[in-house]
């Protein structure tokens, strides 16, 4: 499976400010994915970024929230914009490969003041 | 109702026995079927894919899908203490997407 990485691994952040995550993979991927995962809760799925198009977001959330990058087949970039201390959460990248799998990135843990 | 469903636990076995997970899913159509596991502050890893009725074996874990009754297992033979986490069951929605949706993950403890 592809090697993942993201940046950075945590922060804390002051409401109302904004985060880029950055999320780097060893080889080219089609599909990339954002998801949060709030304290002692399961995965919710952000958007889906394909390189070359706009990411498709999830009902709940919105581009001028979560802004996303998908540059070139190996990079991503979410935003958490204009944050409150409800953004506070594990923000994780995955890519897609062979029939339907997913891999996932080491994850940001954020936390807004 | 939710698309993924399973017991949070936590389940707690002894060192050396089975651990038996189970998962029911809604949306008949769906392909699909994963297991991650997930340790406490990590991200999860997946351990298992299924995709056909029947069983699938891998070391000590095995997959078992039943597509007519919407569910999915994930056996773990002699259970070790490292097994300890949080297994996640996912399922691809079948959207040409490659999107999952995940249950909300059940604790597994096992004892030495």
């Known amino acids: 499976s592809a090697v993942i990485s993201q940046k950075p691994s945590r922060d804390i952040c002051q409401r109302g400010t904004s985060l880029t995550i950055q999320c780097q993979v060893d080889s080219q991927v089609t599909m990339m994915f954002w998801y949060r995962q709030q304290p002692g809760q399961s995965l919710t799925l952000i958007a889906t970024a394909n390189q070359g198009s706009e990411a498709t977001y999830e009902s709940g959330f919105v581009i001028d929230k979560f802004p996303i990058s998908r540059p070139n087949l190996t990079f991503s970039t979410l935003t958490v914009s204009n944050m409150s201390p409800e953004d506070s959460s594990i923000y994780l990248c995955s890519v897609g490969q062979g029939r339907d799998e997913q891999f996932f990135g080491p994850g940001t843990r954020l936390t807004v003041l | 109702q939710k698309e993924v469903e399973q017991n949070s636990g936590p389940l707690s076995v002894p060192e050396g026995a089975i651990a038996s997970l189970n998962c029911t899913y809604s949306?008949?159509?769906?392909?699909?079927f994963f297991w991650y596991r997930q340790y406490s502050g990590k991200s999860p890893e997946l351990i298992m894919s299924i995709y056909s009725n029947g069983d699938k074996e891998d070391g000590r874990f095995t997959a078992q899908l039943n597509k007519a009754s919407q569910y999915v297992s994930l056996l773990i033979r002699d259970s070790q203490p490292s097994d300890s986490a949080t297994y996640l069951c996912?399922?691809?929605?079948?959207?040409?997407?490659?999107?999952?949706?995940f249950g909300t993950g059940t604790r597994l403890l096992v004892s030495p």
């Open positions: 996912a399922v691809s929605l079948n959207t040409g997407f490659q999107k999952l949706v």
């Open positions: 949306d008949r159509v769906s392909q699909s």
